[in-house]
T-cell receptor
Framework: GQQLNQSPQSMFIQEGEDVSMNCTSS?????WLWYKQDPGEGPVLLIA?????ELTSNGRLTAQFGITRKDSFLNISASIPSDVGIYFC???????????????FGQGTELSVKP | KAGVTQTPRYLIKTRGQQVTLSCSPI?????VSWYQQTPGQGLQFLFE???????NKGNFPGRFSGRQFSNSRSEMNVSTLELGDSALYLC???????????????FGQGTRLTVV
């Protein structure tokens, strides 16, 4: 099925370091969402982006909706051990309310943080 | 406000059987989507329901079906189970407001289905 290209696949970093991950697509999306998933749990929404060029922060997390609407990045500053998990980007294309929308997910970035 | 609730959390079924999974969305959310998550394929969209109607469908065989009730609760059914259907099945609910096409999707904890 259609997927977003998310990179890197995995990251091993030291506590306190900053982290950056990104997603690219050949398709244009109207919405970009970033999720974090812990083992055995469902994805938890971190940030939602709705406008091209939009830069949004949520605590230590910052995400941007690319100008071309085909990419997005997520930055985590000053990482801590509880940041460990798998981060997913998701793109959504809603033509209008009647058609609804589905999320297209990236393959995920597995983050490991060494104390 | 309660989150998205999926039941059961874990399920073991035998090949050839059928299974029904349940999802209760966040109160007030009328859109419910279902996703399959496997190590090999990642998160794949199954279908979306809004106002008891299927609005969108992914590329899955007809053995996968769903429905939505008037209270927005949703069920998905998989018939004639295959080993490859073993996966985490996730439900997401969204608040769809008139004129606003794009809304956040909130996920439940999922149902871990194992087919043996």
């Amino acid at each position: 099925g259609q997927q977003l290209n998310q990179s890197p696949q995995s990251m091993f970093i030291q506590e306190g370091e900053d982290v950056s991950m990104n997603c690219t697509s050949s398709s244009i999306f109207n919405t970009w969402l970033w999720y974090k998933q812990d083992p055995g749990e469902g994805p938890v929404l971190l940030i939602a982006l709705y406008k091209a060029g939009e830069l949004t922060s949520n605590g230590r997390l910052t995400a941007q909706f690319g100008i071309t609407r085909k990419d997005s990045f997520l930055n985590i500053s000053a990482s801590i051990p509880s940041d460990v998990g798998i981060y997913f980007c998701a793109g959504q294309l809603n033509l209008n309310d009647n058609q609804g929308g589905k999320l297209i997910f990236g393959q995920g970035t597995e983050l490991s943080v060494k104390p | 406000k309660a989150g998205v609730t999926q039941t059961p959390r874990y399920l073991i079924k035998t090949r050839g059987q059928q299974v029904t999974l349940s999802c209760s969305p966040i109160s007030g959310h009328r859109s419910v989507s279902w996703y399959q998550q496997t190590p090999g394929q990642g998160l794949q969209f199954l279908f979306e329901y809004f106002s008891e109607t299927q609005r969108n469908k992914g590329n899955f065989p007809g053995r996968f079906s769903g429905r939505q009730f008037s209270n927005s609760r949703s069920e998905m059914n998989v018939s004639t189970l295959e080993l490859g259907d073993s996966a985490l099945y996730l439900c997401a609910s969204s608040l769809v407001k008139g004129g606003q096409a794009n809304t956040e999707a909130f996920f439940g904890q999922g149902t871990r289905l194992t087919v043996v």
